[in-house]
């Protein structure tokens, strides 16, 4: 690295709009390098308005900063580097609660897909307006932080982070909020500010009261526009009537093509291994001898396969034996992915992957009160005095669909969440190929590899359901 020194004794570097950490980007932007003198081989990338601010000088070219300038820099350093850990453990927390939230769905027969952040965004808009108790339980059943200032803005950073993906014109990824509001109701001006802020939610007006079909059918259409029409009819007829006062809805859309794609003409009809001894006939599709990122322990083969841009992935995680699905999801964490995940390399791997799609929906409000949310669903506990300081909301109903195609060309994904407000008077190394064959059943999810945000997840016990 060239140093030049101005006429003041003080080095100048360029760098980019854009926060990183010991070289590790959280936006997956291309940033030149700081490095603090000679005492030091760290590297950290500072957000330029930091340096204005309390550099106060005109970054012109890369060059080495001097200890004058570190000592006058780092107040900014130090919080850019709290503001890193504040989104690492917001990401920590939403793929600690897909985890918590797989344990509860499991037990249902047949495939299973959701999106953990669609669900954790729309409640954690919900969250923004929980006191009390009912703030108490969110936090500690959804992984939430306590600092929540600090935690609505890191989640809108998080979204942000997470929709650059698609500006990088590789995938289609898009994250959208809304509240959807009784006309006549009056929330508080803080609420939806905050929301409208750090989530970028869309305010709308409804009339429960008289029009509830009128409104929920507007909803709808947002959602569908949102999802490329993979989503259609969140909300069903009856979830919404006269003492309805709000609905928090989210949408997620995701489309890519594999950075590796399969080959149509070695699309095969193959056995998929749905018991021991039962199998039923599907189209099998296979890479040949690729690279992929591998890993493997004693119980599972874990895959990553790369999407275009290589800024999302498809992990899956294939069990060794055809029934051994079962005995895994007893002991599947966070901190085990992570694990499975950090012991990855690229090696030659000969992949077989059945083409499936899959649409689920779930209605939430029993899972999260046998997860310990029961305040929030309560006539007599509910405290959401942060939407309204009329003090009368609960939560109705939290609704959840979701959809995926995977194919030779890539896979298309989309899932939306909403929550329905309303009055409490209401209701091991190898040199030879890997051969990764997944026809049994197995876990998989979508992440989002520059945040690590588990954007969706699922099992396939047989893809012809």
């Known amino acids: 690295m060239r140093k030049k020194t101005t006429h003041s004794g003080v080095s100048k570097t360029a760098v980019t709009h854009s926060i990183f950490y010991n070289g590790e980007g959280l936006f997956g932007k291309k940033v030149d390098e700081i490095c603090f003198g000679q005492a030091s081989d760290r590297y950290l990338q500072v957000d330029i308005k930091d340096l204005r601010q309390q550099g106060r000088f005109t970054v012109k070219k890369r060059g080495i900063l001097s200890n004058a300038v570190v000592l006058c820099l780092l107040p900014a350093c130090l919080a850019l580097g709290q503001q890193e850990a504040g989104l690492s453990a917001i990401v920590a927390g939403n793929n600690a609660f897909a985890f918590d939230l797989y344990a509860q769905l499991k037990s249902a027969e047949g495939n299973i897909f959701f999106s953990p952040y669609s669900i954790s965004t729309a409640l954690a808009m919900t969250y923004a307006g929980a006191r009390g108790n009912t703030g108490k339980q969110m936090m500690r059943v959804l992984h939430f932080g306590k600092n929540e200032t600090a935690f609505h803005e890191g ?116 056995p998929f291994w749905v018991s021991a001894r039962d199998s039923v006939k599907l189209n099998m599709m296979n890479t040949g001898e690729k690279e992929f990122g591998y890993g493997e322990n004693k119980s599972v083969q874990i895959l990553d396969m790369p999407y275009a841009g290589r800024e999302l992935s498809m992990i899956v995680i294939l069990p060794r034996t055809k029934t051994g699905l079962g005995d895994f999801e007893k002991e599947i964490r966070a901190e085990l992915l992570d694990s499975l995940c950090s012991g990855m390399r690229q090696e030659k791997v000969v992949v077989y992957l059945p083409k499936f799609t899959t649409r689920r929906e779930c209605v939430l409000k029993k899972v999260l009160q046998k997860m310990g949310i029961t305040d929030a669903f309560s006539e007599e506990s509910a405290d959401f005095s942060g939407m309204s300081s009329n003090k009368d909301l609960k939560i109705s109903e939290v609704i959840h669909k979701a959809f995926v195609d995977v194919n030779e060309e890539g896979t298309e994904a989309a899932a939306a969440t909403a929550v329905v407000v309303g009055l409490r008077c209401a209701r091991v190394y190898y040199y030879k190929p890997h051969l990764f064959r997944a026809d049994h059943p197995f876990l998989f999810l979508i992440r989002d590899n520059t945040t690590g945000s588990i954007l969706f997840m699922g099992r396939v016990v047989n893809p012809l359901l």
């Open 155 to 270: 989640f809108g950073k998080l979204q942000a982070g997470i929709n650059e993906a698609q500006r990088q014109g590789n995938v289609k990824l898009s994250v959208a909020n809304s509240l959807w509001m009784q006309k006549d109701y009056k929330f508080l001006a803080e609420f939806l500010e905050m929301t409208g802020k750090n989530y970028g939610a869309e305010l709308n007006y409804a009339d429960y009261k008289n029009e509830a079909e009128k409104a929920r059918a507007k909803i709808n259409t947002w959602v569908e526009r949102r999802t490329n029409d993979k989503i259609k009819e969140l909300i069903r007829p009856g979830v919404l009537d006269a003492s309805t006062r709000m609905v928090l809805a989210n949408a997620i859309y995701f489309k890519g093509a594999w950075a590796t794609k399969f080959d149509t003409a070695k699309t095969k009809e193959m």
